[in-house]
């Protein structure tokens, strides 16, 4: 893992125009900071997306038209906690499924597990600790039908042909019959979206900023993080929210484990993060291009967010 970072840090920052992997954002203390963006009001996107999952958890179940048993395998699922509402109803109403929640954080899969075990007792939960697709292979060779959950808008941290190669490797790892049930963000008015990422609390520049932090403890770096200051913008036009981190002066920093020290120009950029926004035929085309069947949207009561059932 430390490995890939270096690497990917390495390519990053000496390229023409610097860049940052959003996904390296979620180191421990990243995932802690990430679950108080969630817990800000202007982060709309946890709440509609709470509200998808309570009011029509019941419509989601029946719209699966699955046997029992099946497998609930939920990629990236944090400590988040907001698939709650959907398993509740489904041990309320004693399905016979087993919930498989994947991350690549153990204190997050541990903070997670002990909660669903605590308010759930009788959930059957596997938790995993890992990489995506080691654990999707083996989905192949079960002879359950698997809903695939892949909420919260994490889609939308992939640009375009990236998020085409995702989706078609989830189908690849995926039976006839299987579910994807997909969060994305959808284009609304361009304030509710820049005040959600651009806080005035400052909690997603920490966010972002603790990348750098990140960089000096496993890559033994000299970040000064009061250097460099956090800026993004949504571009109504495409969608896209992009983040960056801006160094404030001239400097240069040491990366001791890379061998390389790196110029920054005043004001130069590090892009660091995508964050898309789709409508609801961008979502059309997208399952169509990945060659799913698009089954129904569920959307919040303001529709700002969808969960976007596919199927394979
Ligand atoms: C978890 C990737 C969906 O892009 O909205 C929140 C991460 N970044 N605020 C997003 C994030 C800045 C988030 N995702």
């Not at 709309?44 to 046997?67: G, K, N, P, V």
């Not at 994490?154 to 998020?163: L, M, S, T």
């Not at 959600?196 to 972002?208: E, P, Q, S, W």
Request: with cysteine; glycine share 4%; proline share 3%.
């Amino acid at each position: 893992m430390t490995d890939t970072f270096a690497k990917d840090v390495l390519a990053g920052l000496t390229a023409k125009n610097k860049h940052l992997s959003s996904k390296y954002f979620y180191d421990d203390n990243g995932s802690r900071i990430f679950q108080e963006i969630m817990n800000m009001p202007e982060y709309y996107l946890t709440d509609a997306e709470f509200e998808i999952l309570s009011m029509q958890s019941r419509q989601i179940i029946e719209a699966l038209e699955f046997s029992q048993p099946f497998n609930i395998i939920e990629l990236g699922a944090g400590d988040g906690f907001k698939t709650f509402k959907l398993l509740e109803n489904l041990v309320n109403q004693k399905i016979d499924f087993k919930y498989v929640p994947i991350d690549i954080s153990q204190e997050a899969m541990d903070i997670l597990t002990k909660r669903l075990k605590e308010r759930l007792p009788d959930l059957n939960i596997k938790p995993q600790v890992g990489d995506y697709f080691e654990i999707l292979k083996v989905n192949r060779e079960s002879i359950y039908p698997s809903l695939l959950l892949f909420l919260g808008s994490n889609i939308g941290n992939y640009q375009n042909d990236k998020a085409i190669e995702l989706l078609k490797l989830f189908n690849d790892n995926m039976k006839d019959g299987d579910k994807l049930l997909i969060g994305m963000d959808l284009k609304k008015n361009p304030v509710t979206i820049h005040n959600a990422y651009y806080d005035k609390h400052g909690i997603t520049k920490r966010f972002n900023l603790n990348l750098l932090l990140r960089i000096n403890r496993e890559l033994d770096a000299d970040f000064k993080v009061d250097d460099f200051d956090f800026y993004c913008h949504y571009n109504p036009d495409n969608g896209e929210v992009k983040s960056y981190l801006v160094s404030l002066r001239e400097q240069k920093v040491n990366i001791k484990k890379l061998n390389k020290t790196i110029d920054f120009g005043y004001h130069e950029l590090i892009w660091t993060e995508l964050s898309k926004k789709y409508s609801l035929q961008d979502i059309k085309l997208l399952a169509e291009e990945t060659k799913f069947k698009l089954n129904y949207n569920f959307l919040d009561c303001k529709h700002f967010f969808t969960d976007s059932l596919w199927e394979k």
